[in-house]
């Protein structure tokens, strides 16, 4: 399904055999009703293809089971005119019973209008030629729903090997009919499964070189719900992404494919997006997230799902039957990315206290939905448990918030008690939010594409430390343009308001040092800094380091002190040392052994000179310098040399062990 907002229209694809017998396939958008109403669509594409009884239009249903009680005004494809004169009435009055209708006297076509009423039991099909002046089809039948109900666009393709995608705008409805806003719950309804099968996605350059990337469930075909994939550009290595001929998505494995599967995979949206950059403090989940049910066996209303608990609105909500006596609750793979959760906020739902929640399990996991889970905290949700009720709609204001210092893909929020269970008949929440605890990291760089393949060189670093939780904002103006070449007050205010600023090797340095004013205004920002240029540490740019002379190596690591934190969980070779970086890339290291004011924590083993050098705040850097460090300093030796087609500009080029004391230095300057 997909909705246009501008348009309010949608564009509802279906399969399936029938709407009819004892047994219904098709594809069913709907929301949940309570009591009489009426629904109004108007079909205005009844969409490609040759089944004549191919349909579309609204339905008020009992359940999402495929025999399902149910009443439907579609409008029919009509392409041979044997099918209702291309309007058709159907119902069926039990479930698993038969199904019965009455056609349109005339001869109708999209665009056309048609309405469902209900009023109790008793049901009734219009059409209309301009939403005005109604024509009813048949009598009224009486149909023995029990509420809550479903109600919605059903469309069936009439032909289970071919999908049809049929049109609708001007859809409304009167009634109890929850949630507001458009209608988003999507099903297949009696539709066969696929066969298992992973999906893959693969880039084409102009030169034929691809790349490809493997969605991390090797069953996706059989994913029932709407599902979003994000791929970071970056993973698509080796292809030229600013010369993309061709996107592929398939089934199978590419590089083994086998001829014999069958099924049908729908694919919504495909758009390039730019990355998410967190905050501290601010929720990580938003709409769009993939969301699971906790037990995930459609135990709520069809309008109340697991998702809604995440959509960023107070006026949804999730309901789960299973949460008057179980815990229950939701999943969510974050697709910013792993993040690092310290805090949590529940908001009310719209009525029925008794099924507030009020204790709370967070779990995370880096694996996937299946687990396994590591439990982050647990306890009450003091607000929701007092003796006066939680107002309706309201988020809590006692801080749930607890210590958490691992970064995870995926958490589980499990509500482990109801406020009422006597009362209750369920448990409802309209709102989760999972509030991030990361730190604000900005990465200075002019993104320089040196190899080239359309990505900043430098983009691993920043997907390597958003790996590991951290909120990373890289910014820039284009490839080879920083966003942080000129400072005015309102950057210097950002980067001393970040916990973390790092300085990237891929940069020009005569750009950060073009007179005195801009070098003191660097020097003085307070917040920690990491320096990973060598070009830009010398003592004719910022003045960290008195020399100007820079060689290319790849030597080992020696650390100065091997108990020290820069070298916590860091493995050394037989001599003490730390094959920290990735042959054939080479680094530019500094040619000089004295930091100055500063202390060496690592050097080169076969020159002496430093590798790793801190810097406390309000030193001279060193004796005569003239540049005073505003906070907190550490120079890095990290990133490549370029070699220009072939080796980027201050491309990752650390070891696993050299990760490992970067991770650590970093660690360090945000203590």
Known sequence: ????????????????????????????????????????????AIGAGTNTWAKGGVMIRQSLSADSMHAYMPMTANSDGSAGNGASFQRRLATAGSSSNSDSGAVVAPPYWVKIERVGNDFSGYISADGQTWTQLGSVVTVPMADPVLIGLAVTSHDAATLRTISFDNVSTTGNVTPDGPFMATDDIGLASNDPQPIYAAVEDAAGNVASVAFDDPAATQITQPWTWKIPLSAFAGVDLKNVATLHVGVGDLLNPVAGGSGVLTLNKVQVVRPVVLTKGADVTAPGDNVLGVP???????????????????????????????????????????????????TTANDAVERDPVAFELSGSNDGFDGPWTLIASGDIVDFAGATPWPRFTKNTTPITFENKVAYKFYQVMFTAV?????????????????????????????????????????????????????????????????????DQAKLDALSAADLVIVSRNSDSGQYASNAAEVTQWNSVQSPLMLMSSHIIRNSRWKWLNTATI???????????????????????????????????????????????GTVLATRADTGDLWIAQWDAGVEFYAGA???????????????????????????????SGKAVFLNVVDMLLQ
């Open 419 to 487: 406020r009422d269970p006597a009362a209750a008949n369920s448990m409802q929440i309209a709102e989760v939010e999972l509030l991030n605890g990361a730190p604000n990291v900005i990465w200075v760089s002019d993104a320089y594409d040196d190899k080239p393949d359309g990505v900043p060189d430098d983009q691993g670093w920043v997907d390597f430390l958003k790996a590991q939780g951290y909120n990373v904002d890289y910014q820039y103006v284009g490839l080879g343009n920083g966003y942080w070449r000129t400072l």
């Open 296 to 346: 995930n066996n459609g135990n709520w209303p069809g309008a109340e799902y697991p998702a809604l608990a995440i959509d960023n609105k107070t006026s949804t909500k999730f309901l789960h039957f299973n949460g008057k006596t179980d815990p229950v609750g939701v999943q969510v793979q974050v697709l910013a990315g792993p993040t690092i959760v310290t805090g949590l906020t529940f």
């Open 626 to 656: 003239g540049q005073t460090a505003g906070g907190p300093r550490v120079f890095f030796t990290g990133g490549s040399q370029e070699v220009v087609p072939t080796i980027g500009r201050g491309e990752i080029n650390l070891t696993d």
């Open 1 to 44: 399904m997909v909705y246009d907002e501008a348009a309010d229209s949608y564009d509802v694809t279906g399969g399936g055999a029938d709407i009819w017998g004892n047994s219904d396939q098709f594809q069913y958008v709907y929301k949940t009703l309570t009591g009489d109403a009426t629904m109004v669509a108007r079909v205005t």
């Open 551 to 597: 060689n290319s190596a790849v030597p080992l690591m020696k650390p100065v002190d091997p108990a020290g934190p820069a070298f916590t969980g860091v493995t050394l070779d037989a001599d003490g040392l730390v094959d920290a970086m990735v042959p054939g890339l080479d680094a530019s290291l500094m040619g000089i052994a004295d930091a100055g004011n």
